[in-house]
């Protein structure tokens, strides 16, 4: 019981620094490929589309944080002088940059998960036909 409750806490408290990790990811795929000269070489042949939009939201991940975090500090020190308007503010503008984060993360793979259940799906018909043909 003791170890499912701390196991439970620090699931809890990883989602904390967890669009700090989404961060990381987006960054080392960036880097892995920052060499390459074309994009094009980048895309999947049969789904350009959905290849373009992983790469734009690790390249709008890696970009928001430092910008967000860059404002967040410059108000911070050149904000309001009201002290209980400039906090608020911060609390605000931290919270969206934590969810942001999240919620173009999750876009993300929800729009990979469509794409595995289209392949699927594809495979799994012509699959079908395959059969519907052999044993006519």
């Known amino acids: 019981m003791k170890d499912t409750l701390l196991f439970s806490i620090k699931i809890m408290l990883f989602g904390i620094i967890l669009p700090f990790r989404i961060w990381q990811f987006s960054k080392e795929k960036l880097m892995s490929k920052a060499d390459t000269k074309s994009i094009t070489s ?8 959905t290849s373009w939009f992983d790469w734009m939201i690790d390249a709008i991940i890696f ?7 860059l404002i967040v500090i410059m108000v911070a020190i050149f904000g309001i002088d009201i002290l209980y308007k400039k906090f608020i503010f911060l ?3 931290s919270i969206v940059l934590y969810f942001i ?3 173009i993360s999750f876009a993300r793979e929800l729009g990979g998960s469509f794409m595995l259940l289209h392949l699927n799906v594809k495979k799994i018909r012509n699959l079908l036909e ?3 043909s052999e044993s006519n």
């Not at 980048?42 to 589309?49: K, N, P, S, V």
């Open 42 to 49: 980048l895309l999947d042949e049969d789904y350009i589309a």
């Open 91 to 93: 609390l605000l503008a």
């Open 101 to 103: 984060t999240l919620i």
């Open 130 to 132: 395959n059969n519907e």
């Open 63 to 69: 970009i928001m944080y430092p910008i967000g975090l």
